[in-house]
């Protein structure tokens, strides 16, 4: 298991190797693992079960603490594969308002942004 990253790993159940192929994955897997599942309005529009996450699209948090909040996706954390809306907001000690990381697993795309034309083009394809 020397190597830095290989698609094999993916089908391994062993955590050791799943939490190394989601570490050191290259960017376009990242892309992908940024993926949330549409609403059912959503799903009846675009023909599609889930999309990756972009900025602008709205979303619905369906766990956690901000369970039922809406909002804008403000940034997408490649690097952490995380997501951040624009709504769900906690208070530091100092009083500064900070916004929370959330996982894509626990986010519903109420409405995507489909300015890219790329996004536009595979929503046809189907």
Known sequence: MKQRFSA????????????????????HLRHRMLAAHLSKDA???????????KKNDEV?????SFRGRTG???RVDYKR????????????VSGQ????????SNLVILKPNM????RIRKKNKK
């Open 97 to 104: 308002e900070v916004e929370v990381a959330l996982d894509p």
């Open 115 to 118: 300015d890219d034309p790329r």
């Open 43 to 53: 799903r009846r529009d675009y023909k599609r079960r889930s999309l990756p996450l």
């Open 72 to 74: 804008k996706v403000s």
């Open 81 to 92: 594969l995380k997501v951040f809306v624009d709504s769900v907001k906690q208070k530091k």
């Open 60 to 64: 619905k948090v369906t766990r956690g």
């Open 8 to 27: 094999v790993w993916k089908s391994s159940v062993q955590p050791r190797k799943q939490r190394k192929f989601r570490a050191n994955a290259p960017l």
